[in-house]
């Protein structure tokens, strides 16, 4: 779910059409982000796996701060490696896929749906392959509002959790 939230996160925060946002799988997890400019070249941002690096930009923006944090070693990465995504095994990717389609309240519920899901697997009330059909069932139930208003995302959301809740 991680991959489907940061894609709605960037058609969000940076006015990126949906159709224009592709997923890869990076199981060395050095690439952090990538974009692609007019002229085909691209932009990576690479670093060791740990987001205190991330953490700490966000928090000193627009300022680069110094820190004693592991630098990248290129050495010990010879290979950097990409997938598509297997939205069959990984279903909540391809749930999160559907809402930002869907677009209106549908990434709100699958967001509500999805903290009500982790919750109950940490919990030990579910298992971690229940979560997807948890979330789709909400997706499914809650009815769909194309131009929420704050008002509404906030009862969207609270429904979302009373009906995922009763669903475990």
Same mark, same amino acid.
Request: net charge negative; proline share 7%.
């Given at each position: 779910?991680?991959?489907?939230?940061?894609?709605?996160?960037?058609?969000?925060?940076?006015?990126?059409?949906? @159709?224009?946002?592709?997923?890869?799988?990076?199981?060395? &997890?050095?690439?952090?982000s990538?974009?692609? =400019?007019?002229? #085909?070249?691209?932009?990576?941002?690479? @670093?060791?796996?740990?987001?205190? +690096?991330?953490?700490?930009?966000?928090? #000193?923006?627009? =300022?680069? +701060?110094?820190?004693?944090?592991?630098?990248?070693? =290129?050495?010990?990465?010879?290979?950097? *490696?990409?997938?598509?995504?297997? *939205? %069959?095994? =990984?279903?909540?990717?391809?749930?999160?896929? %559907?809402?930002?389609?869907? @677009? #209106?309240?549908?990434?709100? !519920?699958?967001?509500?749906?999805?903290e !009500?899901? !982790?919750?109950?697997? /940490?919990?030990g009330?579910?298992?971690f392959?229940?979560?997807?059909?948890?979330?789709?069932?909400?997706?499914?139930?809650? &009815?769909?509002?194309?131009?929420?208003?704050? %008002?509404?995302?906030?009862?969207?959301?609270? %429904? *979302?959790?009373? /009906?995922?809740? &009763? +669903?475990?």
């Amino acid at each position: 779910m991680n991959k489907g939230l940061e894609m709605i996160e960037a058609h969000w925060l940076f006015s990126v059409p949906p @159709g224009k946002i592709e997923v890869v799988i990076h199981p060395q &997890s050095i690439i952090h982000s990538m974009v692609e =400019f007019c002229d #085909g070249s691209v932009k990576a941002q690479m @670093g060791i796996p740990d987001m205190r +690096l991330p953490i700490q930009y966000a928090l #000193g923006y627009p =300022f680069r +701060l110094s820190s004693d944090f592991k630098r990248f070693d =290129f050495s010990k990465f010879s290979e950097l *490696t990409f997938s598509p995504p297997d *939205t %069959e095994n =990984f279903r909540n990717l391809a749930l999160a896929y %559907e809402a930002i389609a869907r @677009g #209106g309240n549908c990434p709100c !519920v699958l967001n509500a749906a999805n903290e !009500v899901a !982790v919750a109950a697997f /940490l919990a030990g009330r579910i298992s971690f392959d229940a979560m997807p059909d948890l979330i789709n069932k909400c997706i499914r139930k809650i &009815s769909y509002v194309s131009n929420p208003s704050v %008002e509404d995302y906030q009862l969207i959301d609270s %429904e *979302t959790r009373q /009906l995922a809740t &009763s +669903l475990l």
